[in-house]
């Protein structure tokens, strides 16, 4: 999928706040797969801050990075993806790119909301 995609996949969850706080539920599932122990911590670590962004628990973030975010996640949580999760093992390995790539790309992002969980405790 290109960035583009991902960036108009966020922008339509973003906007569409029930659609939102259904993937995310689907997120919950989705971590319990075997094949995800590569990215299951960066999974978590993403899910968190969508999740404390949309209930304003963090609000130091970056519009246009969160909306790259949340793409990436709808990405990994939908059927659209390009190798279906019904593939054992290998439709994994599309969504566990996605998430690398959302990781490598936001890091910095990721890192300023990791430090302010370390502030609020």
Excluded at 12 to 41: I, R, V
Excluded at 55 to 61: A, N, P, V
Excluded at 92 to 104: G, I
Aim: glycine share 6%; hydrophobic share 40%; charged share 25%.
């Amino acid at each position: 999928m290109k960035k583009d995609g991902l960036k108009s996949l966020g922008l339509y969850y973003l906007t569409h706040p029930k659609k939102l706080k259904s993937l995310m539920q689907g997120a919950q599932k989705y971590a319990t797969k075997d094949g995800l122990k590569e990215a299951k911590n960066e999974f978590l670590l993403i899910c968190q801050y969508v999740k404390d962004v949309m209930t304003r628990r963090y609000t130091g973030y970056s519009v246009f990075k969160l909306i790259s975010i949340v793409g990436a996640l709808a990405y990994v949580l939908t059927p659209a993806d390009l190798m279906p999760d019904l593939i054992p093992m290998i439709g994994l390995v599309d969504d566990t790119a996605v998430l690398m790539w959302a990781v490598s790309k936001f890091g910095d992002e990721l890192r300023k909301y990791k430090e302010s969980l370390v502030k609020v405790r």
